[in-house]
């Protein structure tokens, strides 16, 4: 059985940083892709970040593009999402992703095989 375990949500001023992690069992962190996806309130999960299972890799969506940032360490079966420059917009829950594709059409939310339960980022204006 999989499990995803999140760290790191909370509320900040725009402008500010906030680090998201994600670890795992039940799959062998270090043959699998992963990301992070969010979903802001009204509106349809969209992804953020993806990083190949050697994290040789990453795709970064456009709208976080020079703010965010993906990484994985295998050796601690963790991976992170270093969010900078955060805005108002940026307000959603944010989901870590297990075992997806991080190509092209294949980086969306109805291909993840595992999700975590998500973590609150709050930007406040």
């Known amino acids: 059985q999989v499990q995803v375990v999140k760290s790191g949500g909370g509320s900040v001023q725009a402008g500010g940083s906030l680090r998201l992690s994600c670890t795992t069992s039940?799959?062998?962190?270090?043959?699998?892709?992963m990301g992070w996806f969010r979903q802001a309130p009204g509106k349809e999960r969209e992804g953020v970040s993806c990083i190949t299972w050697r994290g040789d890799n990453t795709y970064v969506s456009d709208s976080v593009k020079g703010r965010f940032t993906i990484s994985r360490d295998n050796a601690e079966n963790t991976l992170y999402l270093q969010m900078n420059s955060l805005k108002p917009e940026d307000t959603a829950m944010y989901y870590c992703?297990?075992?997806?594709?991080?190509?092209?059409?294949?980086?969306?939310?109805?291909?993840?095989?595992?999700w975590g339960k998500g973590t609150l980022v709050t930007i406040s204006s």
């Open positions: 992703a297990v075992g997806l594709s991080c190509i092209g059409a294949h980086f969306r939310p109805t291909a993840v095989p595992y």
């Open positions: 039940g799959v062998t962190f270090s043959d699998v892709n």
